[in-house]
T-cell receptor, first 114, second 115 residues
């Protein structure tokens, strides 16, 4: 199906484990983003990518790693998960490089770190 | 830096009531402005947008006007329905030096509509 998908939708992991959240979009959008959503904080940008092989830090990048070898995929890795990374993670994409382009969001991954 | 301020929620209304959710922004330059809606258990989706001053965005009975003089983009709907219960996010987008752009979101306003 066309669109933006995230997997897994739910994940429980233990402190110290590595976990990778997947994001895939079928539109060939140039921009992709990772956000986390926590009560009281709204949406916070973790990393973004303007194109394949181009990534940059957002507001809260510590403890996360991203890569973008293909335009359609933008995985987010927690190298050593901590309880403070328990959150709902959203991936988004945007088609253009202009400020007027809206974002398209995936359904989210709910991550619990025990 | 750039920022978006939304009214605190939750906003609780009865069906068919008039809705206003306030949004003001601080930005250097002329941003594009957006309202996104998040239904329970889902990701955000675009509700409406405006890209220049005095533009009015509208969709599904919601509307918002880009007011440069008051740096505001308030969301309104004349008659809300139970199905409008959701979290609403105001956002702006401005180009950064170097050509990239990063949207800035408000904290979201929860709307609860009772029958």
């Amino acid at each position: 199906d066309a669109g933006i998908t995230q997997s897994p939708r739910y994940k429980i992991t233990e402190t110290g484990r590595q976990v990778t959240l997947m994001c895939h979009q079928t539109w060939s959008h140039s921009y992709m983003f990772w956000y986390r959503q926590d009560l009281g904080h709204g949406l916070r940008l973790i990393y973004y990518s303007a194109a394949a092989d181009i990534t940059d830090k957002g507001e809260v990048p510590d403890g996360y790693v991203v890569s973008r070898s293909k335009t359609e995929n933008f995985p987010l890795t927690l190298e050593s998960a901590t309880r403070s990374q328990t959150s709902v993670y959203f991936c988004a994409s945007s088609q253009g490089q202009g400020a007027s382009y809206e974002q398209y969001f995936g359904p989210g991954t709910r991550l619990t770190v025990t | 830096g750039d920022s978006v301020t939304q009214m605190e929620g939750p906003v609780t209304l009865s069906e068919e009531a008039f809705l206003t959710i306030n949004c003001t922004y601080t930005a250097t330059g002329y941003p594009s402005l957006f309202w996104y809606v998040q239904y329970p258990g889902e990701g955000l989706q675009l509700l409406l947008k405006a890209t220049k001053a005095d533009d009015k965005g509208s969709n599904k009975g919601f509307e918002a006007t880009y007011r440069k003089e008051t740096t505001s983009f308030h969301l309104e709907k004349g008659s809300v329905q139970v199905s409008d219960s959701a979290v609403y996010f105001c956002a702006l987008s401005l180009p950064l030096s170097g050509g990239s752009y990063i949207p800035t979101f408000g904290r979201g306003t929860s709307l609860i509509v009772h029958p």
